[in-house]
């Protein structure tokens, strides 16, 4: 009778160690690499990626932060890395189609060649603000002090060919006006002295400045986009002030070039499902962040379509990295 028991236990205990491996679709610990800060909004995506594939992969991959050289310390990493699927990266927006559109960025791999979409994750949104004790009231009222003062108004940025940067060059073609750009060393410099009162404007993504906007430390002049965003429902759009003019960012899953077709597929469903859970979506809306799962071929097209977008705006800037 105890023999039988033990026996029956063993048949349970390697009943369950054949399921899990038949779950896990690699033979290696998986991790997702991630090229900026702990708790920023790269880390934050990548954590509920980890945490919703789970359930689909059998374990919960790892989350490997290298910083440095603009996200592209832990893109070369990842296409260094063996390419089986258990390494991915998180890929934002900027290193993907920005980056690679800068005369005189010296990038070590090749984002188009090396690189595979794997998903899209999530959304994020682009706002316009300004200091709370600025004079404008308005974006219309911003635009019309530009015209009327070419070149004496200032926006921030998050450096030299950032997205920040690009969004308002973009801004002052579309809108016929000057603006002085200063760059800053990340967003929240940028924000300190827009609240300050020493530049003018700044857009940047929701959440780097969804606390200040929420405190009352800045004045938000428009949303980025038409979807807008549920905490601020009547926040002008910045398309109806300057026709076709729309600023979005998002935050992807790539992966090395040569990984398996049944790799991409699995990670693919994995991060659909684990979108679908509650918790995981409200953690992503709480950073601004709007979940937006997009397979492989339609983020491909994603990519290709705002990499010809941002290398447009770059060009007719003229704006080169020395």
């Not at 026996?7 to 349970?12: E, I, S």
């Not at 940025?157 to 002052?172: C, D, F, P, T, V």
């Not at 770059?314 to 080169?320: D, F, H, L, T, V």
Request: aromatic content about 6%; overall charge neutral; proline content about 7%.
């Amino acid at each position: 009778m105890i023999r039988r028991s033990i026996l029956g236990g063993l048949a349970v205990l390697l009943a369950g160690a054949g399921l899990a491996q038949a779950q896990a679709p690699f033979d290696r610990p998986t991790r997702v690499v991630v090229g900026f800060a702990a708790g920023g909004t790269t880390d934050i995506t990548a954590r509920v990626v980890a945490e919703g594939a789970a359930a689909e992969l059998g374990h919960r991959a790892v989350v490997d932060i290298r910083t440095g050289g603009s996200g592209f310390i832990a893109a070369e990493y990842v296409v260094r890395s063996r390419p089986d699927g258990a390494t991915v990266l998180l890929c934002p927006m900027g290193p993907m189609t920005i980056s690679p559109e800068l005369p005189g960025m010296n990038l070590p791999i090749d984002v188009g060649r090396d690189l595979v979409p794997v998903a899209n994750v999530a959304r994020s949104s682009y706002v316009v603000v300004t200091g709370a004790n600025s004079p404008y009231r308005t974006l219309e009222e911003l635009i019309a002090a530009a015209r009327a003062r070419p070149g004496a108004l200032t926006y921030a940025s998050a450096g030299y060919g950032a997205a920040q940067h690009l969004s308002g060059e973009r801004l002052k073609r579309m809108a016929g006006i000057d603006l002085l750009h200063v760059p800053y060393r990340g967003a929240a410099l940028a924000a300190v002295d827009v609240i300050a009162g020493r530049a003018d404007l700044l857009i940047t993504n929701l959440g780097d400045v969804m606390g200040q906007i929420k405190g009352g430390q800045l004045r938000l002049l428009a949303m980025g986009d038409r979807q807008g965003w549920p905490d601020f429902p009547d926040a002008p759009r910045l398309p109806d002030i300057v026709p076709g003019l729309e600023v979005i960012g998002w935050f992807g899953i790539c992966g090395p070039r040569g990984m398996p077709e049944e790799a991409i597929g699995r990670w693919a469903a994995a991060i659909r499902a684990g979108l679908e859970v509650p918790l995981l979506r409200q953690r992503l809306l709480d950073s601004g962040l709007a979940p937006n799962f997009e397979d492989p071929a339609t983020f491909a097209r994603t990519i290709a379509r705002d990499r010809a977008d941002w290398g447009e705006v770059i060009r007719a800037a003229g704006i080169r990295v020395e």
